[in-house]
């Protein structure tokens, strides 16, 4: 068991959840983006008196996603909820969703219907009674980006849901559970006219190591595909003094590395009369004592400036690692998503980093087979690879959203296309990972260590440019320290090495 720490109004409460199970260089968490399934592992409840019931929450999708999902943690344990690891033993199940891709909106269907009650005895359809719960009492909630699209629609498809909420509307999510708690069997949030952001006084965060930290929700950039400005509204920042007190507080709960999160997280501005910008805040959370390494994810090229550049320069805490979505190679499609960035002042954007003093990862987010893309547009951005030299690439077949302008262009690609571009892109890129890896044999990279294997002396965790690094230690106790290991050997994905003592 490892320790996790829960921020409860300023003092660390300790609750334990099970050792981190993740295989060695499974590569989980290396997609930021993809609709993986991952359940909240609290196993211990923290201090809050017991309300009797019990609550089970599964997300799907981003960061950001998984960090909304450690604070409606937080809500639900403050109202004396606990958590259980299993849906069938849970009187609550959340499904925080995504909908970035149509892929990853269906999971969230084909998990609801899982869990549909069978017809009763008098053979009527469940929820034909007007009650939105399970036949045994379940009551069951659909969060996030899905629950946003589709709405009062969720109820339709699957009567035996309670509670649709999309993210814009999480600090109603108390108001919410009191109406259901009072016996209520249709709850809703779906507002997207807020200014607010979601502030909780707990936070359940399920990693003990690595912290993220929302600084600025929604997104005002509205590229053609993408359906986020419609599931998570407008962009709203945190002000900086609540982002530093929580920076603080990780701190104070012995953290040592944070991740600020946004889904154009370099669009910061601080509302408040402080007026920060991104790059003020990035040096002021770097700067908190105890703090040792700051990453920063997902930036959009347009707000990428030399400042940034600069501050990575001047500040040893902040992470060798830039993620940075290209999308397109080409300027004409780059156009066509709305962008707002032509291939060369993209590119430019990659040489301002790589002149920077110390070697900085970049990482990319690409869409292929987007509505009009010819061969020769795709051919550019082959060719982009080649000169950006990326580190790692989520690379995706274009997937029409619903209220995106792109949705029903008349240039649709066929499926087997984008499939047939989507490989030759990952056989590439995979080649680039091999060579950028291979030349890191040798090299000794501090890791700041997050898995022990089942075998025991292999551990694994993270270098300052994201790297997975699986090595051996003869330590008995690595967990959360800071390592030196010499790499020895490189694969696309991750490196293997020995702990150097
Ligand atoms: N189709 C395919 N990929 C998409 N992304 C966003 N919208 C779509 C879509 N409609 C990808 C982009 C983005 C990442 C989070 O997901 O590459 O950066």
Redesign the pocket.
């Known amino acids: 068991m490892l320790e996790l720490k829960l921020q409860f109004m300023g003092n660390g409460i300790d609750v334990r959840i099970d050792a981190l199970s993740l295989p060695l260089g499974s590569g989980q968490d290396r997609d930021?983006?993809f609709a993986t399934a991952r359940p909240v592992r609290l196993t211990e409840m923290p201090a809050a008196p017991s309300n009797g019931r019990t609550f089970y929450i599964e997300t799907f999708g981003?960061q950001m996603n998984v960090h909304d999902s450690e604070k409606v943690a937080g809500v639900l344990l403050a109202r004396g909820y606990r958590l259980v690891e299993r849906p069938e033993e849970a009187d609550l199940v959340f499904y925080n969703t995504c909908s970035?891709?149509e892929k990853a909106a269906q999971k969230v269907f084909s998990r609801l219907g899982q869990l549909k009650p069978a017809p009763n005895r008098h053979g009527s359809e469940p929820g034909s009674s007007g009650a939105g719960t399970a036949q045994d009492g379940r009551v069951i909630g659909v969060l996030g980006c899905v629950a946003q699209q589709e709405g009062e629609e969720i109820f339709g498809r699957a009567p035996w849901v309670s509670l649709v909420c999309g993210s814009a509307s999480y600090s109603r999510l108390p108001q919410l559970l009191e109406e259901l708690e009072g016996g209520n069997r249709r709850v809703m949030g779906l507002s997207l006219d807020t200014e607010e952001t979601f502030e909780t006084e707990v936070t359940s965060r399920d990693n003990p190591y690595r912290a993220y930290l929302t600084i600025i929700e929604g997104c005002d950039k509205h590229?053609s595909?993408?359906?986020?400005p419609h599931t998570r509204g407008p962009e709203r920042s945190r002000s900086s003094a609540a982002v530093l007190a929580e920076a603080r507080r990780l701190a104070e709960m012995s953290y040592s590395e944070v991740q600020l999160l946004g889904q154009t997280v370099n669009s910061y501005r601080d509302p408040s009369p402080h007026g920060m910008n991104f790059t003020r805040l990035l040096v002021a959370v770097a700067q908190v004592p105890g703090i040792r390494r700051v990453r920063f994810t997902?930036s959009h090229p347009r707000d990428f400036h030399q400042e940034i550049v600069n501050a990575i320069d001047a500040c040893p805490q902040l992470c060798d690692h830039v993620h940075l979505?290209v999308?397109s190679g080409s300027t004409r499609v780059l156009q066509a998503m709305q962008r707002t960035y032509t291939r060369e002042e993209y590119l430019e954007k990659i040489a301002m980093l790589r002149r920077a003093r110390r070697p900085i990862s970049i990482t990319t987010?690409?869409?292929v087979g987007f509505p009009g893309e010819t061969e020769a547009d795709f051919e550019e951005t082959l060719s982009l690879l080649d000169i950006a030299q990326y580190d790692g690439a989520?690379?995706?077949?274009?997937?029409?959203?619903p209220n995106?302008p792109?949705e029903d262009w008349p240039d649709q690609i066929p499926e087997e296309e984008k499939g047939r571009r989507l490989a030759i892109l990952q056989e590439k890129q995979r080649q680039i990972q091999i060579a950028r890896n291979e030349a890191l044999v040798g090299q000794t990279c501090e890791v700041l260590v997050d898995t022990r294997s089942a075998r025991g002396n292999q551990w694994a965790g993270r270098t300052t440019s994201n790297r997975v690094v699986n090595f051996t230690s003869p330590r008995e106790s690595l967990l959360g320290e800071y390592a030196q290991v010499r790499i020895t050997r490189a694969g696309p994905n991750s490196l293997v090495g020995g702990e150097v003592i």
């Open positions: 930021p983006n981003c970035i891709r590229c595909f993408c359906v986020v997902t979505p999308q987010d690409i869409i989520f690379s995706f077949k274009y997937s029409p959203r995106t792109a």
